[in-house]
């Protein structure tokens, strides 16, 4: 006699382990709702994606965990430093000032060490967590998550009833990718390989822990350059997947080296540094998913949409959408109106933040577009060009610098 799944009901389940999974996880079970969060991988797991913003530590702060991260090893970073393609080095764009509370600065995270503090936050707020949990999708686009499978890397079998289901996915997206949701961004079709190093450059003082953006010649693509613990950065090179990898033939490492060859101020940071990792490489990663909700569903994260690594703006905006979405269910589930429209009806605002992060993405990979050119003709929009840097993206001022940018792209070199 086959044994069929162990059946479980959970007022929300959410799947997938990241940042916006663990705080949609975490922030529903203080409210007091049953809630379980699983992860197909164990954790920890390796992920990209270790600078956050300091906009992060409002979100952070509201887990609870600020003060682990002051304990932990991560490097703080109090500022972000762009090179460009001529190899001048802008001024640092200081963080403290723009942030009302916390400790003006935020950190570079060790993703499978951060993920997992905050798994074990959720966990302890209450939430039930299934490591090396497979959510499996639904079979046929029959848009309905009131009944969910998983299957766990032991074999057995769950089926779990729920109210409501928080797609977590990251860039899996599982209903995006199921139900046809996913929207490649067509301006950002980009790839990226990145590594680590062990005994690269690293700044004196408060600069020591900054992210540092560095153009190669011509612009054709560019490096983030993020300090980690024990003498160890991160390096990855993004840029058109068509420029990166034209053909079939080119291996990571010969795409890195290429790159490299053409970045003097990154080549003397890494001049004696060790590659202490492979070469990864992740393509084509700029989409969003519409609609991002449905009856009893709703995505959040990287599941609902990521637009570009550029400003490290994704675990931001993975914690943010957690927070704003679990809060929006906890009142639909008390109002037991799980319709479309309520459980979606935060990410209007979230999209307008989002939307703001973007015109200023495209600015940076436009040729015509100058960061120094544009500050220098309007000064009086550095601080909103700081504002998004930091994650200061609902803020309605930050609009209006986007009419002067894009005359920026229409007007080039006046
Ligand atoms: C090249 C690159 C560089 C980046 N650099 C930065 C950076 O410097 N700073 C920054 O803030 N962001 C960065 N990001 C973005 C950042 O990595 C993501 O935005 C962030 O991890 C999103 O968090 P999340 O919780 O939505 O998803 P994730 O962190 O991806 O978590 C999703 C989880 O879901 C799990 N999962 C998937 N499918 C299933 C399933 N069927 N069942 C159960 N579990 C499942 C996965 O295993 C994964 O653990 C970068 C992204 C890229 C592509």
Redesign the pocket.
Known sequence: MTRGPQLLNYDVVV???????STVAALLAEYGHSVLL????SVP?L??????IPAANDVLSRLGMIDEMLASPFPKKYSVQFVTESGRESEPFYFDGFQSTGPGHTWQVIRSEF?RMLVDNARRRGATIMPET??RAPDGPSGSFEQLDLCSSDGSAYRVATRVFVD?????A?IGSTLGFKQVDPVLRNA?V?SHFRGAHRDAGRDAGATIILNSREKKSWF?Y?PLPDDVVSV?C?GALGYMFPGDGESAEQVFQQELDRCPPLQRRLAVAERIEPYRV?KD?SYKCRPGAGAGWVM????YG?ID?VY???????LKSGEMAADTINAALISKDLSPERLGSWQATYDVGVENFRRLVYAFYDMDFNFGRFLARFPEHRGRVTDVLVGNVFKPDVELMFDDVSAELVEPGQ
């Open positions: 799947a997938g382990g990241g940042p916006a999974g699983v992860e197909r991988e797991r992920h990209v994606g270790e600078s956050l993920d497979k959510l977590a996915t990251g860039q899996s599982l990226t990145w983030w993020i990855g993004t992740t990663f959040v994260g990287d599941a990521f690594p490290s703006s994704g675990a931001f905006l993975a």
